[in-house]
């Protein structure tokens, strides 16, 4: 697991450190702070490869950037560091080893993926027979490498969901299972379960045996025409399924044994999902493994949110000996990270007007530019009826007949005699 993360002269701020919590960690802030950044510097840590661009030091003289981290497994603890090297414009390999032993998975919000494998994906030796390749970095995934395979020249490194899923439905063994299970869990309540139907044809140009999902209205929706919500969390439950296996596999080739560890790196969990989604979405995803693999699996979360939904959703499960929410924040010209102390607010409109989101109001900008010039009427003496006939119009056309403003609105306006 990914203990600590700890960055000199790169990234948003001249440094940022995170002690990371065990479970989950919740990563908050506005756009542009270098939320995602922080995500792709994870990966780095994890896996010593870059899921897309390199990050990119800060310039300067005697400058020394540098990315440290603690990983701890069960062999115990390890620190590590990474430096830039300038002339050679790289990351250099940080200056004490420590392997990984976390399968990794990182969803990116474009829909594409990147899997790392401590079997598969270490820097073990590889045969120096010739025309044997080196054994991968990592997995990395477009969005429609996803749906149709991992080819790169000429290898198959994975068949992608649709002809996997068909191929694990039409035997009915352990994969499909596992699927049914990463399905089961991870959809968005007992009426709306993600649960295959029979596999079709979509069209004579493509002869590939084509998966289905049951809809709540009871047709059978082709996978490649599901909503966006919904192809993002079967790509997830399918990439589980299939990192899980191919782990199993090389695990059978290399007798190292199975982890029991899996990290999941997310950016912006909650994209694309309905409200009711947003609210079970987290603590499906930190039993999915447990319900795959039917083992006991440690799952560590790190995700991006912009959702108070999902904040409010987890504060019965919220536990500060084992989750953290990070909030990265502009302050005079700085991005500064704050672990922010965690309470239960009650709703998502509170963590609407938390520090944790900076809104004034829960409310559209019309609305609370009217609040604002009442309560400013409000303080003060001397109102004339034009000023409180033209800010009660405007309290008019964006709030609702029911806030409950207007119990402060109308007790003032009889007490200051504008109205009757």
């Not at 005697?62 to 990315?67: A, F």
């Not at 020249?153 to 499909?176: E, H, M, S, Y």
């Not at 090389?250 to 909650?270: K, S, Y």
């Amino acid at each position: 697991m990914l203990e600590r993360l700890e960055l000199h002269h790169v990234g948003p701020a001249s440094r940022l450190a995170f002690d990371l919590a065990p479970r989950l960690n919740l990563l908050t802030g506005d756009n542009g702070l270098g939320k995602t950044f922080i995500l792709d510097v994870a990966w780095w840590a994890l896996t010593q490869t870059w899921a897309g661009y390199p990050a990119s030091p800060h310039r300067g003289e005697h400058l020394t950037p540098e990315i440290s981290f603690r990983l701890k497994s069960e062999q115990g603890a390890f620190d590590s560091t990474s430096e830039y090297d300038y002339s050679g414009q790289f990351w250099l390999p940080p200056q004490t080893t420590s392997k990984n032993s976390s399968l990794v998975i990182y969803a990116r919000i474009d829909g594409s993926f990147s899997v790392w494998d401590p079997l598969r994906n270490s820097q073990r030796p590889h045969s120096t027979w010739p025309g044997t390749p080196p054994p991968q970095s990592a997995y990395h995934f477009t969005p429609q490498q996803v749906w149709d395979g991992l080819e790169p020249d000429g290898k198959v490194l994975c068949n992608g969901l649709i002809r996997d899923w068909a191929t694990w439905q039409g035997r009915n063994d352990v994969p499909f299972h596992q699927l049914l299970r990463a399905l089961e869990v991870l959809s968005p309540s007992e009426r709306e379960r993600l649960a295959p139907g029979e596999l079709t044809r979509i069209s004579l140009e493509d002869v590939r045996d084509m998966p289905t999902l049951r809809t709540s209205y009871g047709q059978e929706v082709p996978v490649v025409h599901a909503s966006a919500g919904v192809k993002r969390i079967i790509a997830l439950a399918y990439l589980l399924v299939w990192s899980w296996q191919e782990h199993v596999q090389a695990n059978r080739l290399l007798h190292q044994g199975v982890t029991r560890q899996i990290i999941f790196l997310i950016d912006e969990l909650e994209s694309h999902l309905h409200p009711r989604w947003q609210r079970t979405i987290l603590r499906s995803l930190l039993g999915v493994m447990g319900a795959l693999t039917r083992e006991k699996v440690e799952v560590q979360v790190l995700s991006v949110t912009h959702s108070p939904l999902l904040l409010a959703s987890l504060e019965p499960l919220f536990d500060p000996a084992k989750d953290a929410l990070w909030n990265l924040d502009l302050v005079d010209q700085s991005v500064v990270l704050k672990k922010e102390h965690w309470r239960r607010r009650g709703d998502a409109n509170s963590w609407l007007t938390s520090d944790v989101f900076d809104l004034t109001e829960p409310r559209s900008l019309e609305a609370e530019e009217a609040l604002q010039q009442a309560k400013a009427l409000m303080s003060r003496k001397g109102v004339t009826h034009e000023e409180f006939d033209e800010v009660r119009q405007k309290l008019r056309a964006s709030l609702s007949d029911v806030d409950p403003f207007w119990l402060h609105w109308g007790f003032w306006a009889q007490e200051a005699g504008l109205q009757k």
